[in-house]
């Protein structure tokens, strides 16, 4: 009864959280804090959601890394750089407030100060992802390098989790070995599983049953997670699985934010010491950006990516689990980050919100800081003759641009802000840059003849996308016809307003195209059919 009470509640704060405009997690968190307050405190039931949410978050980390995109200078090098500098500054700062004397930070060890800014060093995968899937970026290369970062920073805290605790494997452990030459095996069950409930049972049993053999050899179940989501990071079904776990993920890690609030401490005194960190965010993302201008990002894309990082992390939050669970640092000290938090999302998700109106309100100032050469993905791009753009190369544009290039020629060309995706293309043998259409910059690193650009189809999967898009495009004078897809008809007519000429709701074509064609094949059947003009109803 307790757990269904606990949830209950998490719901109604985690829904008013998001009509606020902030993740859900804010509200969990609050949750916590609440009903230990009213008496209540964490089960045996929520303990366990709480950790299986975190076993299955290190499981689709696995299955998500890509060596290729954390290779990158400014990933593994901006997120090293910043994690040792944050840490540097931090402890420097909490040990002068306990040279100070005061509360929390006086009764602190050297050792203590270190783990607790280690924490602070993190930011959330959770909210990061979360915004870039909303306004459409997660595959724009601020998107993909903040979420290479993030990756960085999940395998250092793995690796923390892992030497915390106090266990030495045993010689079993060696037969763990032995999952590298069964990786075919566990591809072939994964393959074999099709697309529904038994990917998702082979998903929880692979990672939930590998975890707890790992347990029994004396390694941390948690890395065992990773490690079993590695060997299969590489299977294009990795995605599709990664994507299925997701909302299981997501369902434990509530009784995870849960139990950091019924672990209690919420006083006035952790509030004032959780409003004192809050001040170190201004550091963490003014340290990011001034680290991606110097790693030879453009300013938009180093601004647009420290914004998508300034908040704390919910593995800070593990880690900080581990270290007062074996006595490393008090109580308190789970309650003050969980409320630095919850309070750094509340900042975070306007300013990310407002974050492209921000960055033209200060595009002259953060200019400044860019170094050159710039890396190539930001380059000056020269496209050629072009009569017609398609922005957004997924199935619908590709399918588009085929049609278009057998009506005009190799005067078409295709944009889409993932570089993978334009690669295929380009090996496919079809004109394809990669670029964000929603990045003003990127209009004007494109030399275009507006005389011989005609038509622009705008095929992005996101609404969101398809506007900001336009409103660029006008603000560049371009004479000529703009198209875009919908998948709703209050979307056609936004387009429209926005100076969309030609709008089509993409179900709704789908559709009558299908029976276009089926039609083509099939009317002679229909020949002796008599035509009653009307439907009766019997």
């Known amino acids: 009864m307790t757990e269904i009470l606990a949830i209950t509640a998490a719901f109604l704060l985690g829904l008013g959280a998001r009509q606020a405009g902030l993740p859900p997690m804010v509200g969990y968190l609050v949750t916590g804090f609440l009903l230990f307050a009213l008496g209540m405190r964490s089960t045996p039931g929520l303990d366990l959601f709480a950790q299986l949410g975190i076993t299955l978050l290190l499981f689709i980390i696995g299955l998500k890394l890509r060596l290729r995109n954390l290779l990158m200078p400014q990933v593994w090098a901006v997120a090293s750089l910043h994690m040792v500098a944050i840490v540097l500054f931090a402890s420097i700062g909490f040990y002068a407030l306990g040279l100070a004397g005061l509360m929390f930070f006086s009764q602190l060890e050297f050792t203590s100060i270190l783990l607790a800014t280690f924490a602070l060093s993190f930011s959330s995968t959770v909210f990061a992802v979360k915004v870039l899937e909303d306004s459409g970026d997660i595959s724009a290369l601020y998107g993909r390098i903040a979420i290479g970062v993030l990756i960085v920073q999940d395998i250092i805290a793995v690796v923390f989790l892992a030497l915390s605790v106090d266990k030495i494997p045993t010689p079993w452990a060696l037969l763990l070995l032995g999952l590298i030459p069964l990786r075919p095996l566990l591809t072939l069950a994964m393959e074999k599983a099709g697309h529904g409930e038994l990917l998702v049972l082979f998903g929880l049993s692979l990672a939930l049953g590998g975890a707890t053999v790992f347990e029994m050899v004396g390694i941390k179940g948690d890395l065992g997670a990773l490690i079993l989501g590695l060997l299969l990071a590489t299977h294009p079904k990795s995605e599709e699985l990664a994507r299925h776990l997701l909302s299981f993920k997501d369902l434990f890690l509530v009784g995870f934010f849960l139990t950091i609030g019924l672990a209690g401490g919420l006083t006035a005194q952790t509030v004032g010491i959780a409003l004192l960190l809050v001040l170190l965010l201004p550091l963490k993302t003014g340290l990011f950006f001034w680290l991606f201008s110097r790693f030879r990002l453009r300013a938009r894309t180093a601004f647009l990516g420290s914004l998508s990082l300034a908040n704390y992390s919910e593995f800070g939050l593990i880690v900080a689990a581990i270290a007062v669970s074996s006595g490393w640092l008090g109580n308190d000290w789970l309650a003050i980050i969980a409320i630095a938090l919850a309070l750094s999302f509340i900042l975070a998700a306007p300013l990310n919100t407002a974050a492209n109106r921000l960055y033209s309100r200060y595009r002259e100032k953060l200019l400044r800081a860019e170094t050159r050469p710039r890396i190539p993905e930001e380059a000056d791009i020269k496209p050629g003759d072009t009569a017609v753009m398609i922005l957004g190369m997924g199935r619908v544009g590709s399918g588009a641009y085929e049609c278009m290039r057998a009506r005009l020629g190799n ?72 198209a875009a897809i919908a998948k709703y008809d209050d979307e056609v007519e936004r387009l429209k307003q926005a100076g969309v000429d030609y709008a089509v709701n993409l179900y709704a074509e789908a559709g009558s195209g299908f029976a276009d064609d089926v039609w083509q094949e099939t009317a002679v059947l229909f020949n002796d059919v008599p035509d009653t003009g009307s439907v009766k109803a019997s």
């Open 411 to 482: 005067v078409v060309l295709g944009i889409d802000q993932d570089d993978q995706t334009a690669q295929d293309h380009l090996s496919a043998g079809r004109r394809v840059i990669a670029g964000s259409a929603t990045d003003p910059e990127f209009w004007e690193r494109m030399n275009l003849d507006k005389n011989i650009l005609k038509l622009i189809l705008l095929a992005m999967p996101s609404h969101h996308e398809n506007l900001a898009a336009v409103r660029q495009i006008r603000k560049l004078d371009y004479p000529g016809r703009i």
